[in-house]
């Protein structure tokens, strides 16, 4: 058990002797681990850390440039901004398989990184924001397990980048990093996010990952957002988002028969996402998100609420 002060005390120097005259890269996703790796780094060494941030294609409305903001302008650190959306889109073409997705993304996330990494020479470290339960969850995951998803905060990168690796939060869990990110002076907006899964609005699309169909769960989860928000519920649930389904139903609208796709709605209560339990949201609150994506997103006739708790469903859907 740590408290927030004294893990600085202890870190920020321990960073610095490990670094040495050296150079470190992380990759900076704009969530609250990754961001207090960066911002830790930059407070243990300066600018010889350096902070890169992949646009996937499948962050959320507004995400990219939110993220951008804040690493440029209120906590200004070595940050390197790559725009990646075609590239992974082209490569997703067609792609259908859970499994195929997280992987394909991996791969290139990690060959984009990597090239983004050589580009700064003489880099010899590679921080990542693995948290405890991550360690816990993929020593766990060595048996038939493994298999169930492949998980894809730990490991991956390391393996196949000629550095070594600083993991300077595996020793504590997701509230004690939320302290830590206000002791670091990082926004509300990251310290409060909710936990986005690196594979994105890909893992949230059954089936085909379409710019098309980006651009309809983007709407709906904008909505989710909002109106999670506005209720003050927000901050109240471990994650709170929308997800689309390949299937079409019938509806009607006006006089009109109309044919359109499904909005799934996950809304989860958890203390480190190992386990989870649906969260029992007012009726009002379900009324309104569900009233407004379907007149609001065009493509969009019914939303249904997801009751399954993790175990046995797991709080994506792929
Ligand atoms: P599941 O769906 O396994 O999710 O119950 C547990 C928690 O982990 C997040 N998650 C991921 N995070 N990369 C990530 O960084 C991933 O591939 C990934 N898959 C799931 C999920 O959002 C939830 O908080």
Same mark, same amino acid.
């Given at each position: 058990?740590?408290?927030?002060?004294?893990?600085? @005390?202890? =870190?920020?120097?321990? *960073?610095?002797?490990?670094?040495?005259?050296?150079?470190?890269?992380?990759?900076?996703?704009?969530?609250?681990?990754?961001?207090? %790796?960066? %911002?830790?780094?930059?407070?243990?060494?300066?600018?010889?850390?350096?902070?890169?941030?992949?646009?996937?294609?499948?962050?959320?409305?507004?995400?990219? /440039? @939110?993220?951008?903001?804040?690493?440029?302008?209120?906590?200004?650190?070595?940050?390197?901004?790559?725009?990646?959306?075609? +590239?992974?889109?082209?490569?997703?073409?067609?792609?259908?398989?859970?499994? !195929?997705?997280?992987?394909?993304?991996?791969? +290139?996330?990690?060959?984009?990184? &990597? /090239?983004?990494?050589?580009?700064?020479?003489?880099?010899?470290?590679?921080? /990542?924001?693995?948290?405890?339960?991550?360690?816990? &969850?993929?020593?766990?995951?060595?048996?038939?397990?493994?298999?169930?998803?492949?998980?894809?905060?730990?490991?991956?990168?390391?393996?196949?980048?000629?550095?070594?690796? =600083?993991?300077?939060?595996?020793?504590?869990?997701?509230? &004690?990093?939320?302290? +830590?990110?206000?002791?670091?002076? +990082?926004?509300?907006? =990251?310290?409060?996010? /909710?936990?986005?899964?690196?594979?994105? *609005?890909?893992?949230?699309?059954?089936?085909?990952?379409?710019?098309?169909? *980006?651009?309809?769960?983007?709407?709906?989860?904008?909505?989710?957002?909002? &109106?999670?928000?506005?209720?003050? !519920?927000?901050?109240?649930?471990?994650?709170?988002?929308?997800?689309? !389904?390949?299937?079409?139903? %019938?509806?009607?609208?006006?006089?009109?028969?109309?044919?359109?796709?499904?909005?799934?709605?996950?809304?989860?209560?958890?203390?480190?996402?190992?386990?989870?339990?649906?969260?029992?949201?007012?009726?009002?609150?379900?009324?309104?998100?569900?009233?407004?994506?379907?007149?609001?997103?065009?493509?969009?006739?019914?939303?249904?609420?997801?009751?399954?708790?993790?175990?046995?469903?797991?709080?994506?859907?792929?």
């Amino acid at each position: 058990d740590w408290s927030m002060g004294s893990f600085m @005390e202890y =870190i920020i120097p321990k *960073l610095r002797e490990e670094v040495g005259k050296n150079k470190v890269v992380c990759a900076l996703s704009g969530g609250v681990d990754s961001s207090v %790796v960066a %911002v830790l780094l930059h407070r243990a060494i300066g600018d010889k850390a350096h902070a890169i941030f992949v646009d996937n294609g499948l962050l959320r409305t507004g995400e990219a /440039q @939110e993220v951008k903001e804040v690493f440029t302008k209120k906590i200004p650190l070595n940050f390197h901004y790559v725009d990646k959306t075609k +590239l992974f889109l082209k490569h997703l073409k067609g792609v259908i398989d859970p499994e !195929l997705k997280r992987k394909i993304i991996g791969n +290139l996330f990690i060959d984009v990184f &990597e /090239q983004e990494a050589k580009k700064i020479k003489n880099v010899s470290f590679l921080a /990542q924001g693995t948290l405890y339960p991550d360690v816990i &969850e993929s020593v766990s995951f060595k048996g038939p397990a493994a298999i169930i998803k492949s998980h894809h905060n730990v490991g991956g990168l390391p393996e196949r980048m000629p550095l070594k690796l =600083i993991e300077p939060l595996r020793e504590l869990f997701k509230d &004690e990093v939320r302290i +830590l990110a206000r002791e670091l002076g +990082l926004p509300e907006v =990251i310290i409060k996010r /909710q936990p986005f899964p690196g594979p994105g *609005l890909a893992i949230r699309i059954i089936g085909e990952v379409t710019p098309q169909r *980006l651009s309809i769960l983007r709407k709906a989860d904008k909505i989710v957002l909002e &109106e999670m928000r506005k209720a003050n !519920l927000y901050d109240t649930v471990w994650q709170s988002f929308a997800i689309l !389904l390949p299937i079409k139903t %019938v509806g009607v609208m006006g006089d009109e028969r109309t044919y359109q796709h499904v909005i799934a709605l996950r809304v989860v209560e958890s203390v480190d996402g190992m386990t989870a339990d649906w969260a029992r949201l007012p009726y009002n609150i379900l009324e309104r998100i569900s009233n407004r994506i379907i007149n609001e997103v065009s493509g969009i006739n019914r939303v249904v609420y997801d009751i399954s708790s993790k175990p046995p469903s797991t709080i994506e859907w792929e």
